[in-house]
């Protein structure tokens, strides 16, 4: 069992940063590709950035290629999403997750571990 923790999330104003962290009381998370998911209220959930488990590989979706980087330090047993330029629509709670095989595309079969989620809010 992978039990994951998000945190981070908090207010802000357009345009400044927040770093959210993933990490897992469980077992380690050096063996999983993770992504950031987030949903906003009345909103499906949406697909954000995922990264491979050696942190070579990243895929992003369009509306935060170049603001969200992903990371991750296995040492640490943590995945990071910097969000920087933040706008009124990235608001929402935001997810981590992990899945055994690294995905390059949106779709979040094979996400079989989920935290709990943590609210970031962007407002002036």
């Known amino acids: 069992q992978v039990q994951l923790v998000e945190s981070g999330g908090g207010l802000v104003q357009p345009g400044g940063s927040l770093r959210l962290a993933c990490t897992t009381s469980?077992?380690?998370?050096?063996?999983?590709?993770m992504g950031w998911f987030r949903q906003a209220p009345g909103k499906e959930r949406e697909f954000v950035a995922a990264?491979?488990?050696?942190?070579?590989?990243?895929y992003y979706a369009e509306s935060v290629k170049g603001r969200f980087p992903i990371s991750r330090d296995n040492a640490k047993n943590t995945v990071y999403l910097q969000m920087n330029s933040l706008k009124p629509e990235d608001t929402a709670v935001y997810y981590c997750?992990?899945?055994?095989?690294?995905?390059?595309?949106?779709?979040?079969?094979?996400?079989?571990?989920w935290g709990q989620g943590t609210q970031v809010t962007v407002s002036s």
């Open positions: 997750a992990a899945n055994t095989q690294f995905r390059s595309d949106s779709n979040t079969r094979g996400y079989n571990y």
């Open positions: 990264i491979s488990w050696s942190g070579d590989r990243t």
């Open positions: 469980g077992r380690t998370l050096r063996s999983y590709a």
